[in-house]
C-alpha cells in the first residue's frame, strides 16, 4: 500500500491560536464546500470532551461550521456519561442533543462506535476500530466531489498522533490540517509511590478510605490482589468493562458503578475518564495484563505489559476530573497510588498506539472483515488505515486461505473474496451480543452450522465445547490427583464422551458439565459452591454458567430442547468422535504444538509450537491429559516414537517463561485430513512464513 509523507503539521503558538486555526477549518468547509479533516493532538485531559466540543457546537450555532454535530466515542457507556455531563454543564440543550437510544435526528448527537457504524450495513455495528476507520473512510471519499457535501471531521488524539489514522485520511480524503498542541502546559501529577509489599496491604488500604469516600482501582483483574475477591468487597465492587459487547444492561451497569458503587474497578484500557463524586483515591497497578499477538511467533499470548507514561496520565485524569467535581463541596485531595515514581514512569518505552482487540485478539476477524466488506478488492484499494504490521497481515490471510475463510476472486486477478464458511463466522461474530467467542471458538461454531447434515448428538457436543472454552477448563475444574487412571477418568464421566475421557481439558470439561446437567445442578439451590464429579473438584457456579451457554448455543445449531438423561449415557459412535476431532483440529490449526516423547518427573514437558517452532511449556500435572495412554495409541498408529500433538486453549508468560495450557489431544487420523484439503503436508501448512 502506499501512504505518502505526511503534510507538515502545524505547532500553534498556543491554546487560542490552535482554536482560531480549527475556526478556519470550519469556516473554509461553510464556504466552499467539500470534506475536510483536522488532526488535533493534545494532552491528555486538555478538555477535547467538554470545552473543545462546546466551542464547535457554538461555531455551528452561528452559522460558521456544518449545522449538525455527530461526535463518535469509543464506548455506549462514555454516550451515556458524556451525555449527562454535557447537558448538566450547559454545553448542549436538552431539546438540542439527541438521547442515547432516540436517535431522532437532532442537531447535536453523541454516539458509540457501534451506533455510528450501524448506520452503514446490518454487519458492521460491532466491529473494531480499523473497520470503523474504513467504513469513514469510504464514505468521505465517496462524497467529496458531491455537491453540497459540507463536512469536517475533527479527530481528537491524546498524547500524540496517530500517524496510520492521518496517513490514510491523506491517501483517500486529501491534505490533513494537522494541529499539534502537546507542548503547551503539561498536566501536573502528583503520585504516591506504593511501597513494597503494597498488594498484600491493598486491602487495607481500601478499607480505610471507604469508610468515607469512594475508591476506583485501574484494572479488571481485581480479584488478583489478595483478599478483593471476598467481603466485604465483593458486595461493595461495580465493575466497568469493555471486554464484553455492551448490550443496553451491561451499559446500565456501568453507569450505575460509576455514578454509586464504593470501590470501581475499571478495564486498565478504558479510553475516557470520567469524574467520580466523592473519590478518595485511584489505584494503578502501572501494568496490565492482556492477551497480545506476539508477531515474532504468531501468537496470541496472555502476558503483562508495563503502561507507558500516557496511559498512566488517563488513569491520573480520572484524579483530576473527580476533584474538579469535588471542588463545590470543600477541598478534596484525591490521592494516586502507584508502584513506580514518576520518573521511573517517564523513563519506560516511547508511546506507541494501542492497537486493541482488532490487531490483537482480534486480528483474524479484522483481515477476514475487509475480504468480506471489499471482496475482489486489491489490498492497495481497501480503504483502510495501514496495517500495524505488515507481515502480520500477510500471516492472517496465509491463515484465512488455509482455513477455508476466503479464495482467490477469479474476476480480478490478485484479489480474494469471502467463501460462505467466512461469511457465517463474520455473521456469527457481528450477531454476538452477550458472549464474545474468539476467532477459533466462532470458526467452529460455524462449520458446525454450515454441515447441514451433521447429527444432533455431534451439535450438542459442541455446542457444550464451545461453552466449556468460552468459561475455560481451568475455571471449572481442577485435576485432584495427577496419578488418576485413565479407567479413573472414565469412571468420573458419562458413557457420552467415554471414548475421548483420556483426552484433555474440552473433553473433560463437557464430561463434567454433562454429568452434572443430567442431576439438574443447573436448577437446584442445595448443592454448595463445590462439589466432586468423580475425581474432579468442580466449580457449581461456573457449571451453572457453561450449561446456560451451551443451551444457548443449541439454538445457534438448530436443535431443539433435550434433557441430558437422554443423551448423556450414550457413547458417541467413533465416526461422531473423529468428525467432532476434526471440527477442533480445523478450530484451533494454529494452536497446536508438538509433545514429544520426553517426559519428565516434574512433569513438566516441553512443547514445540508447530507455527513458530518456538519452545513453550506444560505442566502436566494440572491438565486432565492422560498423556501415556495417548503415547501408546500413537506409537501404533504413527512413526514419532510416541510423539503426539495437542492444541492450547491459552498461552501465558510468567517470569519470562511462555506456558501452555488447558490442553487438548488431536489424534493423528485427524490430522491426516489436512493434506487431503490442502495439499500441503502437516505441520508446513502451519508454519510462519516471515
Known sequence: MSYGQLAKSSQPRDAADALQQLDKALANTMEEKGFRVVALTSNIGAGKSTSIIGHIWGQAKVGKAP?????????????IWLLTHLVGNGTFTVDEVEHYLNLDGRPVAIRSMRQYLAQFDEFSQYTEYEVAFARLLSRAAA?????????????????????????????WVGNVLRLDCTGFESPEVEIETAQEGWKENLQHILLEVLQRKRAVIGTERFWEFGGLENEPFDALTGEVTFAFREDEDRVKESIQSLKAAPLVAIDADTPFSAG?????????????????????????VMKERNLRWYELLRHYSWVTKSSESSAASGPSRVRFLCPASEEELQNREEVFENLGLAWNGDFMFTVLAFFCGWPGCHLSRMPMRRPANDYVFAEAVNRLFVLGCIRKNTETEGTYECTSLGAKIMENFFAETEHRHDFHLTYLLSRVQLRENESPEVRRIVARLAAVSYYGPRKIFSV???????????????????????AGALWVGVGICAALEAVGLHVREDIGPSCFQGCFLVSVEDVRKV??????????????????????????????????DGDMMWAWLHRIGLFQNTAHRSGVERVVDCVSLEEFQANMKEEPLRAQEIRIHCWKVTTGGGDFYAFYLSLEEEEGQTWARDLTWVPPEALQDIPTKTNIAWPEVVAKTF
Open 143 to 171: 462524497g467529496k466531489g458531491n455537491e453540497g457535501f459540507r463536512v469536517c471531521c475533527v479527530l481528537f488524539m491524546s498524547a500524540f498522533e496517530s500517524q496510520r489514522t492521518v496517513a490514510a485520511f491523506e491517501k
Open 67 to 79: 449545522p449538525k454535530l455527530v461526535y463518535v466515542v469509543s464506548t455506549d457507556t462514555e454516550v
Open 480 to 502: 485432584g490427583n495427577d496419578n488418576s487412571s485413565t479407567q479413573t477418568y472414565r469412571d468420573s464421566l458419562p458413557a457420552v464422551i467415554s471414548g475421548r475421557a483420556h
Open 547 to 580: 450449561i446456560k451457554h451451551a443451551k444457548e448455543l443449541e439454538k445457534v445449531l438448530g436443535l431443539e430442547p433435550a434433557d441430558a438423561l437422554d443423551w448423556v449415557n450414550q457413547p458417541l459412535t467413533e465416526a461422531q468422535l473423529r468428525s467432532i
Open 276 to 300: 467520580i463524586a466523592g473519590l478518595g483515591i485511584f489505584v494503578s497497578p502501572g501494568v496490565a495484563r492482556k492477551n497480545f499477538l506476539v508477531p515474532e511467533i504468531m501468537q496470541v
